[in-house]
């Protein structure tokens, strides 16, 4: 066991504390580029079926068309996989920035003030001290206990330890 009950050395540093932070910010952005790329699936291959809901055609299960139900079962294979790895993808960002907040969320409340100040909202330092009524100098002295308690919390968070955020 390591330094904080971790197993080997696989031990958080401060660097990879700030990486995630910066990353969490980029989420929204990654969760919203997976599900253009899966409407675009669902436009191309659903959306040229769906004319023929209403044609008439004998219902199979579930009452869809037979013609509706051939066109949807004749997607090919490596679209329904790209599609299933878009969707797991948007899945595990929403479960990383869910994790990340609620690690972020146990910290003080000045702490949790300044990390999202800095690292989430993009604020300067200034903009940060005056915000919280500190001086610069106590704005990154707060910074640094908290990017220290999150070193520890995040570390012990086996799903954000072992994400993978190379996009």
């Given at each position: 066991?390591?330094?904080?009950?971790?197993?080997?050395?696989?031990?958080?540093?401060?660097?990879?504390?700030?990486?995630?932070?910066?990353?969490?910010?980029?989420?929204?952005?990654?969760?919203?580029?997976?599900?253009?790329?899966?409407?675009?699936?669902?436009?191309?291959?659903?959306?040229?079926i769906g004319g023929m809901e209403n044609d008439g055609q004998p219902k199979g299960q579930y009452h869809?068309?037979?013609?509706?139900?051939?066109?949807?079962?004749?997607?090919?294979?490596?679209?329904?996989?790209?599609?299933?790895?878009y969707e797991e993808k948007v899945q595990k960002l929403q479960r990383i920035k869910s994790q990340i907040l609620q690690e972020i969320s146990r910290l003080k409340l000045k702490e949790k003030t300044i990390i999202f100040d800095y690292y989430i909202y993009g604020m300067k330092w200034e903009q940060v001290a005056e915000h919280n009524h500190y001086s610069d100098r106590q704005c990154?002295?707060?910074?640094?206990?908290?990017?220290?308690?999150?070193?520890?919390?995040?570390?012990?968070?086996?799903f954000i330890r072992e994400f993978n955020m190379i996009k």
């Open positions: 066991m390591g330094k904080n009950g971790a197993k080997g050395d696989l031990s958080m540093d401060k660097s990879k504390v700030i990486e995630i932070l910066e990353f969490y910010k980029e989420i929204d952005g990654e969760i919203s580029a997976h599900r253009r790329i899966l409407r675009d699936y669902e436009s191309q291959y659903y959306n040229t869809i068309s037979h013609t509706v139900e051939n066109a949807a079962m004749n997607i090919p294979d490596y679209v329904r996989e790209d599609m299933k790895y990154k002295n707060i910074r640094d206990t908290a990017v220290e308690k999150l070193a520890e919390r995040l570390q012990n968070n086996d």
